[in-house]
Structures are given as structure tokens and as C-alpha cells.
């Protein structure tokens, strides 16, 4: 269940009203199941080497108890999310996995080898992203953009994303304990400033 007493299912289906024209998934849990009934509703699996899969989820998934514990659990939205992204990881099986490169290797092979079973094929691109705009376009019927297909170096902005979070996590106590310390600081040395000139005048 999604907080507030909305269930997955109510998530994608808001996601389906916005008008969007494809959903896309890596490792969605549910997602593949609620799309397969809806037939209005087109589905992108991104696939790459099970390999380079699993050693970005490695990198991945300690981040993930770092942004659910403080200070981000602090926001209402952080709290909301973290069962769907829990749920997903039960779904999709990588929580019972032994989290080595073999078994998180076998995950995503079921999972991609699932969602093909599961969704017609007239509903879903198996997507390698080197293949750029061209089949992505063709499945939408839209035309191809007149610009570079985006190519992010994942590794390197994973691991610099979960550098971000870890100094932001170890860091927060201090950061918020500063201000009210310069204040009091502050006040301090006004305080005995103005005695050792009330003195200097006696």
C-alpha cells in the first residue's frame, strides 16, 4: 500500500491519465503486471548486459538506506516513497537475492525474460539505448528529434550521486546545530565586548 491508502496499481494508474505516450521500466516490479491488461498502455524495457546491470544496482542500493534515513526522511515525500521502491525491489526479487554480481546478474535476466511473456508484443520495445531515437521513435510514431540521442556516463553519476547523499547524511547534524552556535557565539562575544568596554571606561 501507498500512503494514504493508495495502492500501486493507483499510482500508475494517475501516471496512465497524464497523457503520457510510453511508460518506461527498469526493474519495475509491478509495473509490467498492471500494463499487461491495458491495452491502450505501451511499454519500453531498457536492456543492457546483465552485468552492467547488476553492478549499478551495486552501487545503487546502499544509497538507497541512506536517502530513507535521515535527514531526508524528514520529507513527507521521501516517507511516501520508500514502500513503493521497497515493494518493487520485493516484487522484482532483487531483496531476496544474496546480492552478489552472479545472483543480481540471474535477477535481471528473469525480470527482462517476465516482462517479455507478459506484454504483447505489439505493446513493447525491448530498448538497448545504443540503438538511439530511431526504433524509440518509430514505436511512439513520432518523429525523430532533430538533436543528439542523451547518453549519461551511469556509473560515474551514480557514484557521485551517492557521494552527495553520504556527505549530506553524515553532515546534517552539524549543519543544523551551526546557525543557533554562531548566534550563540555571536551574542557571547558581544556580551563580553561590551563588559570589557564598560570597564575601560569605570
Same mark, same amino acid.
Given at each position: ?17 497524464? =497523457?503520457? *505516450? $510510453? ?9 509490467? %503486471? ?6 491502450? @498502455? ?20 546502499? =544509497?538507497? *538506506? $541512506? ?9 513527507? %515525500? ?6 513503493? @521502491? ?106 563580553r565586548r561590551r563588559k570589557s568596554q564598560g570597564s575601560k571606561v569605570d
Amino acid at each position: 500500500m501507498m500512503a494514504g491508502d493508495k495502492t500501486v496499481d493507483d499510482l500508475f494508474d494517475y501516471i496512465a491519465g497524464q =497523457g503520457f *505516450d $510510453v511508460g518506461g521500466m527498469d526493474l519495475m516490479g509491478h509495473f509490467f %503486471r498492471w500494463a499487461a491488461d491495458k491495452q491502450h @498502455v505501451k511499454v519500453v524495457l531498457p536492456v543492457r548486459s546483465a552485468e552492467s546491470w547488476a553492478k549499478s544496482w551495486q552501487m545503487i542500493e546502499p =544509497g538507497l *538506506d $541512506v536517502l530513507f534515513g535521515r535527514p531526508f526522511s524528514f520529507s513527507s %515525500r521521501v516517507r511516501q516513497l520508500e514502500p513503493f @521502491v521497497r515493494d518493487c525491489m520485493n516484487v522484482s526479487g532483487v531483496s531476496n537475492s544474496d546480492k552478489s554480481l552472479e545472483s543480481l546478474k540471474s535477477v535481471y535476466q528473469k525480470y527482462v525474460e517476465e516482462v517479455k511473456t507478459t506484454i504483447p508484443s505489439d505493446r513493447l520495445l525491448v530498448f538497448d539505448l545504443r540503438d538511439g531515437w530511431e526504433p524509440l521513435c518509430k514505436f511512439l510514431g513520432k518523429p525523430i528529434p532533430d538533436q543528439p540521442f542523451p547518453h549519461i556516463h551511469e556509473s560515474k553519476t551514480i557514484r557521485t550521486s551517492m557521494q552527495i547523499l553520504n556527505v549530506i547524511a553524515n553532515t546534517w547534524p552539524v549543519l543544523v546545530a551551526l546557525p543557533p552556535l554562531l548566534i550563540v557565539w555571536c551574542c557571547t562575544r558581544g556580551s563580553r565586548r561590551r563588559k570589557s568596554q564598560g570597564s575601560k571606561v569605570d
